[in-house]
């Protein structure tokens, strides 16, 4: 794959902090705050990827991050109050994603209804399968989602949970 056909295009909000030259890019964490909306899975991967590419993450880490990435947000958005809120950190040999959500709502989303019941429940098997750690923080109001992934070596293999 060439360099350009990995560019994202980021919105606008979010572009400034990617720019390589300003302060603090590529030095984690990273914080985005996110509208609680469906289309932020797709801006948080778009940011992600921008970020990964800047870090210099390898394209197999960056795939698995990125769909992480938008199985966290997506979940936030889905099964959770506002505000929704992506964190990337590169860690000597680990990629940490978090996003933050502002708890449970108190119903689902308007994708859970257009969905057949066993097209639910798969996001947290993909993310513990992808991840060498995962979990859940509680916070005050809300939650931060997590997981740590390798941040090069992802072509290990792993029993499903």
Do not use: F
């Not at 964490?29 to 990964?52: D, N």
């Not at 990337?88 to 989303?109: K, M, N, S, Y």
């Amino acid at each position: 794959m060439n360099a350009t056909a990995r560019v994202p295009t980021v919105p606008a909000p979010y572009a400034a902090a990617l720019d390589p030259t300003a302060p603090g890019i590529g030095k984690p964490p990273c914080v985005w705050g996110l509208p609680h909306r469906p289309e932020s899975a797709g801006t948080a991967r778009r940011i992600a990827q921008a970020v990964l590419d800047a870090w210099g993450t390898d394209s197999d880490a960056a795939d698995q991050a990125l769909l992480v990435v938008s199985e966290l947000v997506t979940n936030a958005v889905e099964h959770a109050l506002p505000p929704v809120v992506l964190r990337l950190e590169q860690r000597t040999d680990t990629l940490r994603i978090e996003v933050e959500d502002g708890g449970p709502a108190p119903a689902d989303g308007a994708w859970s209804p257009a969905c057949d019941p066993e097209e639910h429940g798969r996001g947290g098997r993909i993310v513990a399968q992808l991840a060498t750690a995962c979990g859940t923080r509680a916070l005050p109001r809300g939650a931060t989602h997590w997981a740590d992934l390798p941040a090069t070596d992802s072509t290990r293999v792993r029993a499903w949970p």
